[in-house]
């Protein structure tokens, strides 16, 4: 499901204050491209954390919230389940078969399968 939300970028020494009216969210960013990142992290990681917890993930109630004259509003899009699918971090179990002597080779060498295959289908898939 894909929401859309206002934010407020108010400058601040370090970059960006960024501010999330309708979810009482706030993060920061370097810049207003790290800040809209930092953004859509925050609102998919809260979107996700009340869908965990049974709450409801509310609509935006104005998409022109009020700001100050050095402030920047624009809008963030999220998609909660992408985002969960993307950030879900628990691992399940694949068996695979490789040739003996490769697996002899790479035990000697003390190789992590696991890692080396995240490695290989994140290439694969060209996923950063």
């Not at 509003?73 to 078969?97: C, G, M, P, Q, W």
Request: charged share 25%; aromatic share 8%; net charge negative.
């Amino acid at each position: 499901m894909k929401y859309v939300y206002p934010v407020i970028l108010t400058p601040s020494k370090c970059g960006y204050v960024v501010s999330v009216p309708d979810l009482e969210v706030d993060t920061q960013g370097s810049d207003i491209a790290d800040a809209l990142y930092m953004a859509r992290d925050a609102i998919g990681i809260w979107g996700i954390t009340q869908q965990d917890h049974g709450r409801e993930i509310p609509v935006v109630t104005n998409l022109k919230p009020q700001c100050e004259e050095n402030e920047i509003v624009t809008l963030v899009d999220v998609d909660f389940d992408a985002y969960r699918v993307r950030h879900e971090n628990r691992s399940i179990r694949k068996n695979l078969t490789v040739p003996a002597w490769l697996n002899d080779i790479a035990e000697k060498e003390h190789v992590n399968f696991s890692h080396v295959l995240q490695q290989g289908l994140k290439q694969h898939l060209n996923i950063n």
